[in-house]
């Protein structure tokens, strides 16, 4: 395992974990970037364990796997100028992790390993900053073997998480307070958390607390999602991100348009877009080709959002609906038949590239 340091043009310092791959494949190693969701991390891709966790199953499969992880993570919180204490440090939202994060680490691997393309893998917002960095500089389609687009959260009015719908109803409200009290980062990772979670949420309690509140976000699926995986979770989500981010998605909710960040008056988006409304990532320019993989259970991204999203892609390659019709948000990392399900597909077309 080796860690890459990146610093982008905007002067943030990102961690890039590297695993090689078991042996070199015959035709060569094609390097693999995976991005995580909304406050995940690298290690989210790992504690499904070997034989599940998907940068597992690729580098025994002979891919060189790398691990992203974006600005104002548990693993990406330094800048080259700003205090990690200081407002400015933390007014980022989505656009910048898709704008400025993802180029600088995919030009960093293709240096490192001397190739011209790379596998993309993007789960839940680590898709959605990738179609906003393929709409906002489309110069990077090019350097896109392959973009695998796992529960993309690009298109969200019809999310069914009662959760996650309230917070897109009051996040305005939330995010005031939250500045008010000069709290610009949300849920930053704390050895503290983590005592208080293994008090409240016991591992020997199959249906404990925390295990419930998840699938109040992700969907239920007790039969099929990896329990005690989902647990270990909790050691290492959340992780910390801007609370401007995290009103950047739910916005996506409120205004039914995968656009910019959206500022809360009309002259403050007329400062910064030269108009009163957010300007819209234009997806026809996103060139790299994609194939989805979607859940029928997932309460975050529903099918309709999966169908639109698909019909705006210009070099769609496919579309994979899973055969698990329970399957939620979080078993893309968590469930029991994940590598069935999910990820052998994911390395039958992987290979052929």
Not at 72 to 86: I, K, Q, W
Not at 119 to 134: E, L, P, R, W
Not at 291 to 319: K, Q
Request: aromatic content about 12%; hydrophobic content about 40%; overall charge neutral.
């Amino acid at each position: 395992m080796e860690h890459h340091e990146v610093t982008t043009t905007d002067g943030y310092v990102l961690t890039l974990t590297r695993i090689l791959p078991m042996a070199q494949r015959a035709n060569g190693t094609l390097p693999v970037l995976l991005v995580p969701g909304l406050m995940g991390t690298s290690a989210g891709f790992l504690l499904a364990g070997p034989n599940n966790g998907l940068a597992y199953v690729l580098a025994d499969r002979g891919y060189d796997v790398w691990l992203a992880n974006l600005r104002g993570n548990r693993y990406s919180r330094r800048h080259t100028s700003l205090s990690v204490n200081s407002e400015a440090y933390w007014d980022f939202s989505m656009h910048e992790a898709g704008y400025y994060d993802l180029p600088a680490m995919i030009d960093r691997i293709l240096l490192v390993t001397g190739v011209r393309r790379l596998g993309f893998v993007g789960y839940s917002q680590g898709a959605t900053v990738f179609f906003i960095m393929a709409a906002s500089r489309p110069e990077y389609n090019e350097k896109i073997a392959r973009m695998y687009a796992l529960c993309p959260a690009v298109y969200l009015d019809r999310v069914r998480s009662p959760v996650v719908r309230w917070l897109s109803e009051h996040v305005d409200l939330i995010k005031d307070i939250l500045d008010a009290l000069g709290w610009w980062q949300a849920l930053p990772y704390s050895r503290v958390r983590n005592v208080v979670f293994s008090a409240l949420c016991p591992v020997r309690e199959r249906r404990n607390f925390c295990i419930r509140l998840l699938e109040q976000f992700g969907g239920p699926n007790p039969e099929g999602t990896d329990l005690l995986a989902q647990y270990i979770l909790g050691g290492h989500t959340p992780s910390g991100t801007s609370t401007k981010q995290i009103q950047h998605i739910l916005q996506l909710i409120r205004y039914d348009r995968f656009q910019q960040f959206a500022y809360a008056r009309k002259e403050q988006n007329l400062a910064h877009y030269g108009a009163e409304q957010p300007p819209a990532y234009n997806l026809s320019v996103a060139t790299a080709p994609v194939a989805i993989f979607y859940g029928m259970n997932d309460w975050v991204v529903h099918p309709t959002n999966i169908a639109r999203l698909a019909a705006e892609l210009p070099n769609l390659v496919s579309v994979t609906l899973l055969e698990d019709r329970n399957f939620n948000h979080n078993d893309f990392l968590f469930a029991k038949r994940v590598r069935a399900l999910l990820y052998d597909k994911l390395l039958i077309d992987l290979d052929q590239l």
